[in-house]
């Protein structure tokens, strides 16, 4: 059975926080905010921070999302 990608995210973020970049290289997941957006709501908290991301060669700013707590 294929795994949801917010079932993806959510044991990602268990182990380490996620950039877009990871989701997006590692889980072909391109609307990471969106499925953060999912796992909030759904009651989770997690924590989003600007970090310098090195993309290509060039070095970028985008959020890395760390879940805090997790939803019961």
Known sequence: ????????????????????AEAATKYAIF???????????AGNKID?????VTVGGTSRRMNRYTLIKEAR
């Not at 990608?5 to 877009?20: C, F």
């Not at 609307?31 to 709501?41: M, Q, T």
Request: glycine share 6%.
């Open 31 to 41: 609307g990471l905010a969106k499925v953060i957006s999912l796992l909030r709501a």
């Open 48 to 52: 989003g921070s600007m970090a310098e």
């Open 1 to 20: 059975m294929k795994k949801t990608q917010t079932t993806v995210v959510l044991e990602h973020l268990r182990k380490r926080p996620i950039t877009q």
